[in-house]
């Protein structure tokens, strides 16, 4: 199975700040990676998808790049209610493999 | 409009087999290009993929738990079912089922959501 490592495995920042998230795959897996984000108490809501491709109706101070192993999630301006867990996934084959998320607080 | 609502019991005991069924709306899977998959959370933990099926019927699994789990559609209703054999209390999770989005013929990623339904495993 495909091992998906996100770091860092939680992170504080001020609103306006510019927020990365990193995901590793343990093998190459293309651009099929996906995001996403799960507020407290919510169902997960997909952010990107083919590692760069932004959702219908998500923000654009969302972004992703990466390809093969290593992917970025990029939140340009850290706004109060992007505070949430993100998941990248693993979406090259199955069994399709979540990482084990990223806590995004507000300092 | 696409819409998935996850059915079951919320308390099943030990050794129990669980059945869940998510009833989709907005969308056949009897279509070409259409997938539905189940996912599971356990409490303050991460996600975990379960199984898919297509609307070829072609069936994938989570390897760890392939032994336990089928999963099954009946297009007519509309419905895709899971089965679990040999419930344990760590699968207490809340589970959900997902839409799949291809792109190309590769899974894009889950792009619509059921509520999810909480199932607790105790005696």
């Known amino acids: 199975d495909i091992q998906m490592t996100q770091s860092p495995s939680s992170l504080s920042a001020s609103v306006g700040d510019r927020v990365t998230i990193t995901c590793r795959a343990s093998?190459?897996?293309?651009?099929?990676l996906a995001w996403y984000q799960q507020k407290p108490g919510k169902v997960p809501k997909l952010l990107i998808y083919?590692?760069?491709t932004l959702q219908s109706g998500v923000p654009s101070r969302f972004s992703g790049s990466g390809s093969g192993t290593d992917f970025t999630l990029t939140i340009s301006s850290l706004q109060p209610e992007d505070v949430a867990n993100y998941y990248c996934?693993?979406?090259?084959?199955?069994?399709?493999?979540f990482g084990q998320g990223t806590k995004l607080e507000i300092k | 409009q696409v819409t998935l609502r996850e059915s079951g019991p919320a308390l099943v005991k030990p050794t129990q087999t669980l059945t869940l069924t998510c009833t989709f709306s907005?969308?056949?899977?009897?279509?070409?290009?259409?997938?539905v998959s189940w996912i599971r959370q356990p409490p303050g933990k991460a996600l975990e993929w379960l199984a898919r099926?297509?609307?070829?019927?072609?069936?994938y699994y989570s390897t760890s738990l392939k032994t336990r789990l089928t999963i099954s559609k009946d297009t007519s209703k509309n419905q895709v079912v899971l089965t679990m054999t040999n419930m344990d209390p760590v699968d207490t999770a809340t589970y959900y089922c997902?839409?799949?989005?291809?792109?190309?013929?590769?899974?894009?990623?889950?792009?619509?959501w059921g509520q999810g339904s909480l199932v607790t495993v105790s005696s």
């Open positions: 997902a839409r799949i989005l291809l792109v190309g013929a590769h899974l894009g990623a889950f792009d619509y």
């Open positions: 907005g969308f056949s899977l009897s279509s070409s290009g259409m997938c």
């Open positions: 099926i297509d609307w070829d019927d072609d069936k």
């Open positions: 093998q190459g897996i293309s651009n099929y």
């Open positions: 083919a590692a760069s």
């Open positions: 996934q693993n979406c090259n084959s199955a069994p399709y493999t």
